[in-house]
């Protein structure tokens, strides 16, 4: 059965260094994966996606993730926080074609920005 | 475009009550889901639908029914609340299996 692990229920930085949110996900099929972003009080909103091709991919907001097979890791990042980065983030990974490929959650990360 | 819409926003039901979440996407969808959201535990997927008159269970689904009449709502029933349905409730459609999932803005649900 697919997975999704995201290592650290909460994650501290301070504004301008480098944001580093890690998932890594078991599958056993080909993944796709997505990074969602929910702001307080809010619905998720896609960050990126990785689906096919270049392994490094590029979001919105400045984000990007590279997926790595080898390690089955799929790590968000960013390289100066801002304090409108300050959010909870999801990590998905498409289930195989027994559950129609729905999404399979992690448990998310919510990232703190020090001043 | 609207998206995804929800209501209500938010809703305090007394245990045993039923209710009926609504959610409504105006992007011709096929694919729609519920899930719920609980503090440290991610989203789980209640039901979900992959077009007009077909649903299937997610991982959380007992005490919640479905029905997709139509391609645009996909409406949630709580048959008799419990305390442990106490939760956020998000709806979610997608044109593909692997393209974006919409959310909606949420409903909060508080069940005493």
């Known amino acids: 059965a697919q997975s999704v692990t995201q290592l650290g229920s909460h994650v501290s930085v301070s504004e301008g260094a480098l944001v580093l949110l890690r998932c890594n996900y078991s599958?056993?099929?080909?993944?796709?994966l997505f990074w969602y972003v929910q702001y307080p009080n809010q619905g998720l909103q896609l960050l990126l996606k990785?689906?096919?091709?270049a392994t490094l991919v590029k979001g919105i907001n400045g984000f990007e993730a590279e997926f790595k097979k080898s390690e089955t890791s799929f790590h968000l990042t960013k390289p100066s926080a801002h304090m409108s980065d300050a959010a909870e983030y999801f990590c998905?990974?498409?289930?195989?074609?027994?559950?129609?490929?729905?999404?399979?959650w992690g448990a998310g990360t919510k990232l703190i920005i020090k001043p | 475009n609207a998206g995804v819409t929800q209501t209500p926003k938010f809703q305090v039901l007394k245990t045993g009550q039923s209710m009926t979440l609504q959610c409504a996407q105006d992007?011709?969808?096929?694919?729609m889901s519920w899930y719920r959201q609980d503090p440290g535990m991610g989203l789980r997927l209640i039901h979900y639908?992959?077009?007009?008159?077909?649903?299937d269970q997610g991982e959380v689904p007992n005490g919640y029914n479905v029905s997709r009449s139509t391609t645009e709502d996909f409406p949630l029933r709580l048959l008799s609340a419990a305390p442990s349905q106490t939760s956020v409730y998000f709806c979610?459609?997608?044109?593909?299996?692997?393209?974006?999932?919409?959310f909606g803005p949420g409903t909060r649900l508080l069940v005493l």
């Open positions: 599958s056993s099929v080909p993944p796709y």
């Open positions: 979610a459609s997608r044109r593909t299996l692997v393209e974006t999932q919409y």
């Open positions: 990785y689906t096919t091709g």
């Open positions: 998905a990974v498409s289930g195989g074609p027994d559950s129609n490929y729905q999404l399979i």
């Open positions: 992007m011709n969808h096929e694919y």
């Open positions: 639908s992959v077009g007009a008159g077909i649903t």
